[in-house]
């Protein structure tokens, strides 16, 4: 496995939060991205991903139409 580098484009208010991570864990950005991406590739699988778009999915077909809201009145839309 080639250990190369390049650069990649983050926004900005990603790069002060991976700056303040890599602080935190005594660790250069690029560790901390390659450990990020470590992290998540063991932790997260795409059967987690499909079971939880599924789960929306399904909480979706029992969404009604309430027609124009303002999210003034959230409280009134999700209690009742």
């Known amino acids: 496995m080639s250990r190369g580098y390049t650069s990649i484009r983050v926004r900005v208010e990603d790069k002060k939060r991976i700056e303040k991570l890599a602080r935190m864990l005594g660790l250069s950005l690029s560790e901390t991205i390659h450990y990020m991406v470590d992290f998540i590739e063991k932790n997260i699988s795409v059967e987690d991903i499909d079971d939880r778009i599924k789960t929306v ?7 009604r139409d309430i027609g124009e809201t303002d999210s003034s009145h959230i409280d009134e839309y999700l209690y009742g």
């Open 57 to 63: 999915f399904k909480a979706l077909e029992k969404a």
